[in-house]
T-cell receptor, first 115, second 112 residues
Framework: AQKITQTQPGMFVQEKEAVTLDCTYDTSDQSYGLFWYKQPSSGEMIFLIYQGSYDEQNATEGRYSLNFQKARKSANLVISASQLGDSAMYFCAMREGGRDDKIIFGKGTRLHILP | NAGVTQTPKFQVLKTGQSMTLQCAQDMNHEYMSWYRQDPGMGLRLIHYSVGAGITDQGEVPNGYNVSRSTTEDFPLRLLSAAPSQTSVYFC???????????FGSGTRLTVV
């Protein structure tokens, strides 16, 4: 069965520092996708970045990168040069391929950027 | 292009009442899903659909029904509301396989 684990309930980071949010996953599928979403205090869910299980290179989107370590089943989000506006809840999610095509989420990490 | 539209945004129900949360998307997405978000629990999948006429249970389906008669609409029905169903509900849609969800703005439901 799919499982997503985010072990950091909350993090405090100084502005302009880089931050790594941890995510580990469990799946028996060879084909799957990993996602990160941001949820600011306003409540909307914002898609940040995607990594496919067969992608050889780590995904990057601006200041976001996904540190994908397939053998360790980890998909950590790295935010470079953090900004005050990065303060939010961050969710890791996984989508398996095949018939059981559903996306499940971890419990999230609340990130606080300190000025 | 409206994306994913959820109605209502807020709702208060009495225990035992029924209601339907509406979700519509105009992106011709095959895949639609409902999640509930509770403090400390992240987003939990209630039901999902991989196409019109096809639905399946997620992680927490009890107390909820869905149907998918059209590609655009995926309503979520609460047949007899319970206080444990107090939550924020998100509808999402995507193309199949390898793509991310687009989320609606959420419905905040309180059952008293």
């Amino acid at each position: 069965a799919q499982k997503i684990t985010q072990t950091q309930p909350g993090m405090f980071v100084q502005e302009k520092e880089a931050v790594t949010l941890d995510c580990t996953y469990d799946t028996s599928d060879q084909s799957y996708g990993l996602f990160w979403y941001k949820q600011p205090s306003s409540g909307e869910m914002i898609f940040l970045i995607y990594q496919g299980s067969y992608d050889e290179q780590n995904a990057t989107e601006g200041r976001y990168s996904l540190n994908f370590q397939k053998a360790r089943k980890s998909a950590n989000l790295v935010i470079s040069a953090s900004q005050l506006g990065d303060s939010a809840m961050y969710f890791c999610a996984m989508r398996e391929g095949g018939r059981d095509d559903k996306i499940i989420f971890g419990k999230g990490t609340r990130l606080h950027i300190l000025p | 292009n409206a994306g994913v539209t959820q109605t209502p945004k807020f709702q208060v129900l009495k225990t035992g009442q029924s209601m339907t949360l509406q979700c519509a998307q105009d992106m011709n997405h095959e895949y639609m899903s409902w999640y509930r978000q509770d403090p400390g629990m992240g987003l939990r999948l209630i039901h999902y659909s991989v196409g019109a006429g096809i639905t399946d249970q997620g992680e927490v389906p009890n107390g909820y029904n869905v149907s998918r008669s059209t590609t655009e609409d995926f309503p979520l029905r609460l047949l007899s509301a319970a206080p444990s169903q107090t939550s924020v509900y998100f509808c999402a849609s995507s193309k199949k396989a390898g793509t991310h969800n687009t989320f609606g703005s959420g419905t905040r439901l309180t059952v008293v």
